[in-house]
């Protein structure tokens, strides 16, 4: 079972945009969110070559990396063909405004 722990409120991220969660075990965690307000939380690092996937672009489910433009599906981590690779995902929600990260 997850623990859920209080991460901001979803207004502190900006639309299309992301905020950095950093994890005292390493590994930023970027939680994205998208033009209707929903929450994705993904490895801070692309799958290519470690691109920081928060500074990329949020359109619908997905994010491209601002380095050489891999698009990943936000809701499982895997990049989009023609390109191959995955990034781990977190278990993530939004209640009363307030956005939670599982741990
Ligand atoms: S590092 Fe992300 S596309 Fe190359």
Known sequence: MHH????CL???IPPLGSRIVQRPSGGDIAIFRNAEDEVFALHDQCAHKNGP??????H??????????WHFNLETGQALAPDVGSCATFAIKVEHGQVLLAV
Not at 4 to 7: A, F
């Open 53 to 58: 996937l928060s500074q990329g672009i949020v």
């Open 10 to 12: 979803l207004e502190d």
């Open 4 to 7: 859920w722990k209080p991460i």
């Open 60 to 69: 619908g489910r997905k994010v491209t990396c601002p380095l050489h433009g």
